[in-house]
């Protein structure tokens, strides 16, 4: 197949393409058809199509380009559909949803093919698959839920209208007794009716929060799917910036979903949420920990930077710190300023020990004086043995009489313990 692949690099067409003869058969050799098709109908050159898909949001070079259309090199899906929905346009046409869903295929073809060689790309494929089948399920299941309240509505506006007749009638009394029967039974089955939908509405509502919480997952897990695939050597990662929300989009959820979930007492699930954030997206705590103070929840605040002393590693800890986003300088009357931080001192008393040690490391490396000076003052009341260890690392602790005591006491230390 490399033999192939480099005679078709040889041999190369008026457009500066590798002859299509040259490409083995294959799922590979379709795709490649298939896109050099769109780009000849589309009418644009390489430059002009790179050019549109930036503008799109995925970033290609047109050597890059040039290697899809080559079949050198497989597209993720994301590029593939905004390829052929942006050729469809140049070419004047709608781009219909099934030839979208022909390319689709046509590069799982490929990828299936070569799924032992490229495991990631299949996965990212199908979670992508996925997503899209899960929320046109949700949209289907929210159509019809919105149907069966506006039922409800019409029934119970039925009801409504059949008790006033009924008053009306037993009012009035006289020789109305067939009429009275006949609404009676009108309102008996308005009210079965009511009973049976409002069942419906609550299993409805009950799936659809099941729909949201798989649509989470599955977010969850193409982003860590596209992690991985950044960490094992992707030459591009995939691109979709119509599944990435907004950095303030999803704060501003967040912080919503943490006050609604404080106040219909489920504390332990708004703990939950914001234990996710610092495991999988640490780069939200700062703008999350400015969300939450702006809205005077500084409760929810302190367990946010206690979480993120928790479970963030040292590294990302001084990374965090190093946006000084989570303090303020403060001036004395002859205008001495001094900064005022609330993340450190956390970080001092939560952060498991061997976590604090690549915290000083790394602020060590960066040159962070602020962050170690206030680290010193407040792992002063942290185990004996640990103060020696930062000491040891290069944390400038100092030594008040109480440690000079213990060091001359033999039989309060262990051998390691003891002041250099």
């Known amino acids: 197949m490399v033999r192939e692949l480099n005679a078709g690099r040889a041999k190369r067409g008026p457009?500066?393409?590798?002859?299509?003869?040259?490409?083995?058969?294959?799922?590979?050799?379709?795709?490649?058809?298939?896109?050099?098709?769109?780009?000849?109908?589309?009418?644009?050159?390489?430059?002009?199509?790179?050019?549109?898909?930036?503008?799109?949001?995925?970033?290609?070079?047109?050597?890059?380009?040039?290697?899809?259309?080559?079949?050198?090199?497989?597209?993720?899906?994301?590029?593939?559909?905004?390829?052929?929905?942006?050729?469809?346009?140049?070419?004047?046409?709608?781009?219909?949803?099934?030839?979208?869903?022909?390319?689709?295929?046509?590069?799982?073809?490929?990828?299936?093919?070569?799924?032992?060689?490229?495991?990631?790309?299949?996965?990212?494929?199908?979670?992508?698959?996925?997503?899209?089948?899960?929320?046109?399920?949700?949209?289907?299941?929210?159509?019809?839920?919105?149907?069966?309240?506006?039922?409800?509505?019409?029934?119970?506006?039925?009801?409504?209208?059949?008790?006033?007749?009924?008053?009306?009638?037993?009012?009035?009394?006289?020789?109305?007794?067939?009429?009275?029967?006949?609404?009676?039974?009108?309102?008996?089955?308005?009210?079965?009716?009511?009973?049976?939908?409002?069942?419906?509405?609550?299993?409805?509502?009950?799936?659809?929060?099941?729909?949201?919480?798989?649509?989470?997952?599955?977010?969850?897990?193409?982003?860590?799917?596209?992690?991985?695939?950044?960490?094992?050597?992707?030459?591009?990662?995939?691109?979709?910036?119509?599944n990435t929300p907004d950095t303030a989009v999803r704060v501003k959820e967040l912080v919503a979903l943490v006050e609604r979930l404080r106040d219909e007492d489920r504390d332990e699930e708004a703990d939950q949420a914001l234990r996710r954030v610092c495991e999988g997206t640490p780069d939200l705590v700062p703008d999350l920990w400015h969300a939450f103070d702006e809205e005077n929840r500084r409760l929810d605040g302190e367990r946010l930077l206690v979480y993120t002393s928790l479970y963030c590693d040292g590294v990302t800890l001084c990374r965090l710190w190093r946006t000084r986003r989570f303090g303020f300088w403060k001036y004395d009357l002859l205008m001495r300023g001094r900064w005022v931080d609330h993340l450190v001192p956390v970080v001092a008393s939560q952060t498991p020990f061997h976590e604090l040690g690549r915290f000083v490391k790394a602020c060590r490396e960066r040159d962070e004086s602020d962050a170690l000076g206030i680290l010193a003052r407040r792992c002063r009341r942290r185990p004996f043995g640990e103060v020696l260890a930062l000491r040891s690392a290069g944390l400038r602790i100092r030594r008040p009489f109480l440690w000079r005591l213990r060091a001359a006491v033999p039989a309060l230390n262990t051998a390691h313990e003891r002041l250099p």
């Open 15 to 242: 457009d500066g393409l590798a002859v299509l003869d040259h490409l083995p058969e294959g799922p590979r050799r379709a795709l490649v058809a298939r896109l050099r098709m769109l780009r000849e109908a589309s009418g644009l050159t390489n430059e002009e199509l790179v050019e549109r898909l930036s503008a799109e949001g995925v970033t290609l070079s047109a050597s890059r380009l040039s290697k899809f259309l080559n079949g050198h090199e497989v597209p993720s899906r994301a590029q593939v559909t905004v390829l052929h929905r942006l050729c469809d346009t140049a070419a004047g046409s709608e781009s219909a949803p099934e030839a979208v869903k022909e390319t689709q295929r046509l590069l799982y073809a490929v990828l299936d093919a070569e799924r032992d060689a490229k495991p990631l790309r299949v996965r990212e494929f199908d979670l992508a698959e996925a997503r899209e089948r899960l929320e046109r399920l949700r949209v289907r299941t929210a159509a019809e839920l919105r149907a069966l309240r506006e039922e409800l509505e019409q029934e119970r506006t039925l009801r409504r209208r059949a008790e006033e007749a009924l008053d009306r009638l037993v009012t009035a009394a006289g020789d109305h007794a067939r009429e009275l029967g006949e609404i009676t039974a009108e309102r008996d089955a308005a009210r079965q009716r009511i009973v049976e939908l409002e069942e419906q509405i609550r299993q409805h509502e009950a799936l659809l929060r099941l729909h949201d919480h798989e649509a989470r997952h599955l977010a969850d897990m193409a982003e860590e799917t596209a992690r991985e695939i950044v960490r094992y050597g992707s030459p591009e990662p995939a691109q979709t910036p119509e």
